[in-house]
């Protein structure tokens, strides 16, 4: 059942283990975590400690073993696997650290798959497709497939794909980890605006300092756990002036 929340996403008491018996590991560890609508929330901490993780549970790409996951209202945790691939397809886009394009395809083909999973025609997709790319600054590479396209340049096609089909929730794996200072400020320029919907919502794991600047909320993990929230850009700003 749906309840009217300011949050698009809302963690509580999440609990995820990994393996079994001796080797079983707790990777999330009754963490709660929120993320309002019309923000760009950044989650960071030490490398290994739950943030990939987290993310692939409020995205309903891992289950959790304890707690709720509620997002836009709607309990994921508690959703049967079609309906939850129905709901992702609607309203989740996802940029991932390994780009995961198709190799076969040419970068607007690679960005119109999500439209295509929605229904739309091959020539509507394709030409939402090249518009989002020339958004990201690659309408000229829209034929080239990704052999052809640099690290940076795949980066950027990914993130394409992600925005094709404007969704609501925009779940971002280090975005800017291939991308040189001119680019990484294009994609985050590009992010924030995503944000500043009323209706839709950001959240990015980076290890980038050089982007804090552009997070309107950071909560920071450690040993499975979010132990802090900055609900500020000044509050960031303060904590972290000296990075980026």
């Known amino acids: 059942m749906s309840t009217v929340t300011r949050d698009a996403v809302q963690m509580r008491g999440v609990d995820k283990y990994f393996g079994e018996g001796d080797a079983r590991t707790h990777v999330l560890k009754t963490t709660d975590f929120d993320a309002p609508l019309g923000e760009l929330v950044m989650l960071v901490g030490p490398s290994g400690c739950g943030k990939t993780t987290l993310l692939s549970v409020l995205a309903g ?16 945790d ?23 394009l198709i190799p ?8 119109s798959v999500p439209l295509l999973i929605q229904g739309k025609s091959n020539a509507v997709a394709l030409k939402r497709a090249r518009d989002v790319l020339e958004r990201v600054g690659l309408g000229h590479k829209a034929g080239e497939r990704p052999s052809k ?6 980066q950027r096609v990914a993130i394409a794909r992600a925005l094709v089909h404007e969704p609501r929730l925009l779940i971002c794996d280090e975005p800017t980890s291939a991308l040189d200072r001119e680019n990484g400020t294009l994609v985050m320029q ?3 605006d995503v944000a500043r919907s009323a209706d839709r919502t950001v959240i990015i794991v ?7 600047r552009y997070a309107d909320r950071m909560a920071e993990m450690e040993d499975g756990r979010v132990f802090r929230t900055l609900d500020s850009a000044v509050a960031i700003a303060a904590e972290h002036s000296g990075h980026g």
């Open 61 to 76: 790409t891992l289950n959790a073993d304890g707690g709720q996951v509620s997002v836009f209202g709607e309990r994921i």
């Open 78 to 100: 508690q959703m049967k696997p079609a309906a939850l691939t129905r709901f992702r397809a609607q309203n989740i886009g996802f940029i991932f650290q390994q780009f995961n």
């Open 104 to 111: 076969t395809l040419t970068a607007a083909e690679n960005v």
């Open 149 to 154: 396209l640099s690290g940076g340049q795949q």
């Open 190 to 192: 590009l992010l924030r």
């Open 206 to 212: 980076t290890h980038d300092s050089r982007i804090y």
